[in-house]
């Protein structure tokens, strides 16, 4: 039997290079509107020729287009900057998502991951609340994280990160398990390299994680509805890393100046904005004191680029990459077979630079086993 050509592996290889399909019509010169009736099934392409420029102009290979995936359940992503990122935006990094899930769902029959265990949260619980339940869950006191990735990895929470088209995007999060077993995976824009935007970013994620819904599409909530859970979200993250107790006695210790908590920064590794907020909501400073700082830091420059960013560094995302490099040193697979397992057994045939885009792998990890047929020369012998 003749393979179909897959409309749906069309649209995700368009979405994923971020164009439309105006454009990518214009790139391999054929109407928009054929285009999309490929993309809905509702017509074939009549000749080779047309997929394999596809492949050439997408980068991805012809096989991809005929491949059916064996389906996993969709959940909902929840973006950081839902409201100030483009749905193009949001549409590229959800494909990444469903690809990652493939990746992972492959590693997860080789690999015994950690476990993610939720505590068992009461009905109407707060955001300070559940903070505080998984501070306790997870044994941490009530001191500074140094290292929130490390720590989620841990718990069973995979992180990855990957280099964004905008800065608009900050994280997302999926649930991704195909197993009975919660999965959940944070990515978060390596665009930003200061460890404590990304402590923030993570402990937010973290915070839709304990307190939201993630059977429902985020896309059909209301306005209101989103700014509702976002909110909550950011209470849980501040709560989580900058607990009332011990901050507020940090706070409450020395002057109420930008340069005072810039040494705050070091030692809870959170931003200055997102402390002075913590402290405005603690009533440690008033509503005015707090617009004041903000006005101070407005001046200096210091909203897009604080103190200490460019010092403040976080350990990357190891989970992910950490059992590929096993799988391969483990010689369970060569970074070939890892390639051909993927296509053959999870449906997904893509370039190996791209699995090692997606979970932040060294580039060549998986293209080291990569043969060159060149007859021409060959290896010395000794005599």
Same mark, same amino acid.
């Given at each position: 039997?003749?393979?179909? =050509?897959?409309?749906?592996?069309?649209?995700?290889?368009?979405?994923?290079?971020?164009?439309?399909?105006?454009?990518?019509?214009?790139?391999?010169?054929?109407?928009?509107?054929?285009?999309?009736?490929?993309?809905?099934?509702? $017509?074939?392409?009549?000749?080779?020729?047309?997929?394999?420029?596809?492949?050439?102009?997408?980068?991805?290979?012809?096989?991809?287009?005929?491949?059916?995936?064996?389906?996993?359940?969709?959940?909902?992503?929840? =973006?950081? $900057?839902?409201?100030?990122?483009?749905?193009?935006?949001?549409?590229?990094?959800?494909?990444?998502?469903?690809?990652?899930?493939?990746?992972?769902?492959?590693?997860?029959?080789?690999?015994?991951?950690?476990?993610?265990?939720?505590?068992?949260?009461?009905? *109407?619980?707060?955001?300070?609340?559940?903070?505080?339940?998984?501070?306790?869950?997870?044994?941490? *006191?009530?001191?500074?994280? +140094?290292?929130?990735? $490390?720590?989620?990895?841990?718990?069973?929470?995979?992180?990855?990160?990957?280099?964004?088209?905008?800065?608009?995007?900050?994280?997302?999060?999926?649930?991704?398990?195909?197993?009975?077993?919660?999965?959940?995976?944070?990515?978060?824009?390596?665009?930003?390299?200061?460890?404590?935007?990304?402590?923030?970013?993570?402990?937010?994620?973290? *915070?839709?994680?304990?307190?939201?819904?993630?059977?429902?599409?985020? !896309?059909?909530?209301?306005?209101?509805?989103?700014?509702?859970?976002?909110?909550?979200?950011?209470?849980?993250?501040?709560?989580?890393?900058?607990?009332?107790?011990?901050?507020?006695?940090?706070?409450?210790?020395?002057?109420?100046?930008?340069?005072?908590?810039?040494?705050?920064?070091?030692?809870?590794?959170?931003?200055?904005?997102?402390?002075?907020?913590?402290?405005?909501?603690?009533?440690?400073?008033?509503?005015? +004191?707090?617009?004041?700082?903000?006005?101070?830091?407005?001046?200096?420059?210091?909203?897009?680029?604080?103190?200490?960013?460019?010092?403040?560094?976080?350990?990357?995302?190891?989970?992910?990459?950490?059992?590929?490099?096993?799988?391969?040193?483990?010689?369970?697979?060569?970074?070939?077979?890892?390639?051909? !397992?993927?296509?053959?057994?999870?449906?997904?045939?893509? +370039?190996?630079?791209?699995?090692?885009?997606?979970? +932040?792998?060294?580039?060549?990890?998986?293209?080291? $086993?990569?043969?060159?047929?060149?007859?021409? #020369?060959? #290896?010395?012998?000794?005599?």
């Amino acid at each position: 039997m003749k393979a179909q =050509f897959n409309g749906e592996r069309l649209k995700k290889a368009r979405i994923y290079r971020g164009l439309t399909v105006a454009e990518l019509a214009e790139r391999v010169g054929c109407q928009r509107q054929t285009l999309s009736m490929y993309e809905i099934s509702k $017509s074939q392409p009549t000749g080779k020729e047309l997929v394999e420029h596809l492949s050439r102009v997408l980068r991805f290979p012809v096989k991809f287009f005929y491949e059916h995936p064996v389906s996993s359940a969709e959940s909902t992503v929840y =973006f950081r $900057s839902l409201l100030t990122t483009s749905k193009k935006y949001r549409s590229e990094q959800i494909v990444k998502m469903s690809f990652l899930s493939q990746i992972y769902s492959l590693l997860q029959d080789y690999i015994s991951f950690p476990v993610y265990e939720q505590p068992a949260f009461p009905e *109407g619980i707060t955001p300070e609340e559940a903070a505080y339940a998984l501070r306790d869950a997870w044994g941490l *006191g009530r001191g500074p994280i +140094d290292n929130i990735i $490390s720590l989620v990895e841990q718990h069973g929470i995979l992180v990855t990160s990957f280099s964004t088209s905008t800065d608009d995007v900050d994280a997302f999060s999926q649930l991704v398990g195909t197993s009975g077993t919660p999965t959940y995976l944070i990515a978060y824009s390596n665009n930003k390299t200061s460890a404590a935007r990304i402590h923030f970013d993570i402990a937010h994620e973290l *915070g839709h994680i304990c307190l939201h819904e993630w059977s429902e599409d985020i !896309e059909d909530l209301s306005k209101e509805e989103f700014k509702r859970r976002e909110r909550e979200a950011n209470d849980f993250a501040a709560a989580f890393l900058l607990p009332e107790d011990t901050f507020r006695k940090d706070a409450e210790a020395g002057p109420q100046t930008i340069v005072y908590y810039k040494q705050l920064k070091k030692k809870w590794r959170v931003s200055i904005a997102a402390m002075i907020r913590r402290a405005e909501k603690l009533a440690v400073i008033s509503k005015e +004191d707090y617009q004041s700082l903000i006005r101070i830091m407005q001046r200096r420059g210091q909203r897009k680029e604080e103190p200490l960013d460019d010092v403040l560094i976080t350990a990357s995302p190891a989970l992910l990459k950490a059992s590929v490099m096993m799988l391969l040193q483990e010689n369970v697979f060569t970074a070939k077979e890892f390639m051909d !397992e993927l296509s053959v057994e999870y449906g997904l045939s893509i +370039d190996s630079t791209e699995v090692e885009y997606l979970l +932040d792998l060294p580039a060549g990890t998986l293209s080291a $086993s990569k043969i060159l047929d060149f007859p021409a #020369i060959q #290896i010395k012998r000794n005599k």
